[in-house]
């Protein structure tokens, strides 16, 4: 299914005027500070382009404009606009779509067409249900009224999303959900947060092992601390090694209290000592002996990692399967837009089975025997664990 985002006409040299006196919702009058510029039969969009309730309404095509007063064609503005709002004239009011299965092929106008212009959206937003996916497109822009119409665009073809990206979960979402706009009811930015919310919900409750992974770091000479990965999941540290000068050492975790019983005073001499413990206090681990850097160090960290933030309409996801996602979602806004309960059930069984489907791929990617580490998440309460599976 083709989506065209398509772009407005430019209004930047377009006659302007600015509401001067209220214009209540239905009002079929317009007071303006000057009409000058604007004529009958002219398409006025009211509000700036791409804000809330901005709208589009035609100038009478009969009644005659004074120098402060712009008639409508019909009875009523869908909304109120206040004093100062701006009213700028447009060429067109319309877009018509031509589609043809080749770039140099014979363009046919689809069914739909023309479809009125999304002023309140950025752009003007189009799902295709019909034509092939890689269907080549040119748009035109007329007016209802007088039935101009502007030049043929270059022929293109709409942007095709990876199937794990956000701008195909959102497609998928507003199929669902049957919202064809990108702002009048949500914007494409405000699903892009809320999946981004779901991945990192999902993956702070569950340990997938696609999402498993190393994480490198070195020491540094005479310093006993180190850095937990800020892309790593808390709690989900596994193993530990540290190289130093060629030599490989698995430190053993402790809990705060018994790695404070160790020998400080012979961990705090700049040796190249093996690193034989380990512990976790907040964000950062503390190294027994005190590591000496003097040559070559490297450490690595096993975890699993925080999902990637998506902000990229065409960035892949770190989930192998984000059904569960585009239902998560999808349930979250029908609730919101108060659906019927028919729609919510659904949604929520796709969830359910997505969750499945998730968990199943996870169990086919794991690689190894099992085993749990009991590793606590922070500070000197030993009773804090996170039970780690890999």
């Not at 398409?43 to 005659?64: C, D, R």
């Not at 067109?92 to 299965?101: E, G, H, K, L, V």
């Not at 698995?250 to 380990?278: R, S």
């Not at 791929?361 to 794991?366: A, D, M």
């Amino acid at each position: 299914m083709p989506i065209l985002n398509i772009e407005h006409p430019d209004l930047r040299y377009q006659p302007r005027t600015f509401v001067s006196s209220a214009l209540a919702a239905s009002g079929a009058t317009i007071t303006v500070e000057n009409s000058t510029g604007f004529t009958a039969s002219d398409a006025m969009v009211i509000g700036g382009v791409g804000e809330e309730k901005t709208e589009e309404i035609l100038v009478h095509a009969s009644t005659s404009i004074t120098s402060t007063t712009i008639p409508t064609v019909a009875a009523a503005v869908v909304f109120a606009h206040s004093i100062g709002t701006p009213i700028t004239r447009s060429d067109w009011d319309q877009i018509r779509i031509w589609t043809a299965t080749t770039e140099t092929g014979t363009f046919t106008e689809i069914a739909a067409s023309p479809i009125d212009i999304d002023w309140e959206g950025k752009l003007t937003r189009y799902n295709d249900e019909v034509s092939a996916e890689n269907a080549w497109f040119k748009t035109q822009f007329s007016h209802s009224v007088d039935a101009t119409t502007g030049e043929l665009g270059d022929a293109f073809q709409p942007a095709r999303f990876k199937v794990r990206s956000p701008g195909a979960m959102i497609s998928s979402i507003r199929t669902l959900l049957n919202i064809k706009d990108n702002f009048k009811v949500i914007s494409d930015a405000t699903l892009m947060d809320m999946l981004n919310i779901s991945q990192l919900a999902l993956s702070a409750d569950r340990d997938f092992p696609f999402l498993e992974t190393t994480f490198t770091d070195s020491t540094v000479d005479s310093v006993q601390t180190i850095a937990l990965p800020t892309t790593m999941k808390p709690g989900s540290l596994t193993d530990l090694n540290i190289l130093l000068d060629g030599t490989n050492y698995h430190p053993e975790y402790v809990d705060v209290d018994t790695f404070l019983a160790l020998d400080i005073d012979d961990g705090l001499e700049v040796t190249q000592d093996a690193i034989t413990h380990y512990t976790i206090v907040g964000l950062n681990i503390l190294l027994f002996p005190v590591p000496s850097a003097s040559g070559s160090s490297d450490v690595t960290f096993y975890g699993t990692k925080v999902p990637d933030i998506l902000d990229e309409q065409n960035e892949q996801s770190n989930f192998p399967d984000v059904t569960y996602f585009v239902y998560d979602v999808a349930h979250q806004l029908a609730i919101m837009l108060n659906k019927q309960t028919k729609i919510l059930d659904r949604l929520q069984g796709e969830k359910d089975r997505a969750m499945v489907r998730m968990m199943k791929y996870g169990t086919k990617q794991s690689t190894g025997p099992g085993r749990v580490r009991r590793i606590p998440v922070v500070d000197r309460d030993p009773s804090r664990f996170w039970e780690i599976t890999t």
